[in-house]
T-cell receptor
Framework: NAGVMQNPRHLVRRRGQEARLRCSPM?????VYWYRQLPEEGLKFMVY????????ESGMPKERFSAEFPKEGPSILRIQQVVRGDSAAYFC???????????FGPGTRLTVL | GESVGLHLPTLSVQEGDNSIINCAYS??????FIWYKQESGKGPQFIID?????DKRQGQRVTVLLNKTVKHLSLQIAATQPGDSAVYFC????????????FGKGTKLTVNP
């Protein structure tokens, strides 16, 4: 049973470009969460999605950031017009329906030049 | 050795000793708590969880203690091994885990051979 998959593992973008981060949840998991981690810090919640629905986006910046989890395919975290401050590790977690533990993927490390 | 939550972010122990990592949580409404282990360059790995109706839970070589009165959580690792070296995060959530996780800042555990 494969774990949570994220790609790419490393992404380099220049300021002003777009970044697309992908997350495939574990089999049977319909809940996806995105978190951001700066160096030497804990993870900060960004957004919680179920299939075709955004449940909680309270941690996501209002501008330039968007997320989706379509009926088919992976969840996508999209950052438009990236700035240096967007450089971080972005982690995706998934869980089954109901009150279950979230399991994390290996993360995507975004570097903005 | 003992770590006091966010104010002492590093803990160094000798191989074979027991380790205790502490965490103070903030939300009295939190009812589900998780300890994650994060090795360098990797995503958080689930270690053990506990719900608010319990005070103690044991796993293999790990024990989590929960004191709701003072909003304190601890992780005990028995017979610490070099492979236990990592950053350990506590995380809290409400509604049994189906909501966003709030992470502590983490404690870096170093095990000396």
């Amino acid at each position: 049973n494969a774990g949570v998959m994220q790609n790419p593992r490393h992404l380099v973008r220049r300021r002003g470009q777009e970044a697309r981060l992908r997350c495939s949840p574990m089999k049977g998991h319909s809940h996806v969460y995105w978190y951001r981690q700066l160096p030497e810090e804990g993870l900060k919640f960004m957004v919680y999605l179920q299939k075709e629905n955004i449940i909680d986006e309270s941690g996501m910046p209002k501008e330039r950031f968007s997320a989706e989890f379509p009926k088919e395919g992976p969840s996508i975290l999209r950052i438009q017009q990236v700035v240096r401050g967007d450089s971080a590790a972005y982690f995706c977690a998934s869980s089954p329906p109901g009150p279950y533990t979230q399991y994390f993927g290996p993360g995507t490390r975004l570097t903005v030049l | 050795g003992e770590s006091v939550g966010l104010h002492l972010p590093t803990l160094s122990v000798q191989e074979g000793d027991n380790s205790i990592i502490n965490c103070a949580y903030s939300n009295s409404a939190s009812d589900y708590f998780i300890w994650y282990k994060q090795e360098s360059g990797k995503g958080p790995q689930f270690i053990i969880d506990i719900r608010s109706n319990m005070d103690k839970r044991q796993g293999q070589r790990v024990t989590v203690l929960l004191n709701k009165t003072v909003k304190h959580l601890s992780l005990q690792i028995a017979a610490t091994q070099p492979g236990d070296s990592a950053v350990y995060f506590c995380a809290e959530t409400a509604q049994g885990g189906s909501e966003k996780l709030v992470f502590g800042k983490g404690t870096k555990l170093t095990v000396n051979p």
